[in-house]
T-cell receptor, first 113, second 114 residues
Framework: GQQLNQSPQSMFIQEGEDVSMNCTSS?????WLWYKQDPGEGPVLLIA???AGELTSNGRLTAQFGITRKDSFLNISASIPSDVGIYFC?????????????WGLGTSLAVNP | GAVVSQHPSWVICKSGTSVKIECRSL??????MFWYRQFPKQSLMLMAT?????????EQGVEKDKFLINHASLTLSTLTVTSAHPEDSSFYIC??????????FGPGTRLLVL
């Protein structure tokens, strides 16, 4: 099925560094969502974006809905060990009754204390 | 708010038995619930979408007679893996959605079929 292009696939950084990851699509999306998944757990919603150009923060996390509606990025500032996990972007190409999410393959983040 | 629970969190069963997994939205009414399957180190794979009171819509390649979905109320959906086999072993995750597009996920159920 359709998937989003998410990069990078993995990152290994030092505690305190900033992190940036992004997702792109060949088609227009109406909603972009960023989730974090810890091992053995379900994804937890970090940030939801509903308008093109929207820039939203959640603590040390900042995400933007690209103006072309075909991309989004997630930034994490001043990383800490508990930021470790897999980050997924997800988007909805249609509004209304079809709420299916299209998923990226994830970015695995490791933080060295 | 927006809490979704799943039960059980893990289950081990013998090949040929059926397993039921429950998904509940605890503090909101979910107009739509989704069931996903996830293999190790992979992204989530949508299995089916269900709306309360209507039949589930299954993704291509997912057997509806194998994975029975019941969405009895706005807060409860169940997934039954019928006649489970070892290849059905996986991590099953549900999500629930309101009128807005955001999906809230349960903690997942790990199924191991021996």
């Amino acid at each position: 099925g359709q998937q989003l292009n998410q990069s990078p696939q993995s990152m290994f950084i030092q505690e305190g560094e900033d992190v940036s990851m992004n997702c792109t699509s060949s088609s227009i999306f109406n909603t972009w969502l960023w989730y974090k998944q810890d091992p053995g757990e379900g994804p937890v919603l970090l940030i939801a974006l509903y308008k093109a150009g929207e820039l939203t923060s959640n603590g040390r996390l900042t995400a933007q809905f690209g103006i072309t509606r075909k991309d989004s990025f997630l930034n994490i500032s001043a990383s800490i060990p508990s930021d470790v996990g897999i980050y997924f972007c997800a988007g909805q190409p249609n509004a209304g009754n079809n709420r299916k999410l299209i998923w990226g393959l994830g970015t695995s983040l490791a933080v060295n204390p | 708010g927006a809490v979704v629970s799943q039960h059980p969190s893990w289950v081990i069963c013998k090949s040929g038995t059926s397993v039921k997994i429950e998904c509940r939205s605890l503090d909101f009414q979910a107009t739509t619930m989704f069931w996903y399957r996830q293999f190790p180190k992979q992204s989530l794979m949508l299995m089916a979408t269900s709306n309360e009171g209507s039949k589930a819509t299954y993704e291509q390649g997912v057997e509806k007679d194998k994975f029975l979905i019941n969405h009895a109320s706005l807060t409860l959906s169940t997934l039954t893996v019928t006649s489970a086999h070892p290849e059905d072993s996986s991590f099953y995750i549900c999500s629930a959605s309101t009128r807005m597009e955001t999906q809230y996920f349960g903690p997942g159920t790990r199924l191991l079929v021996l």
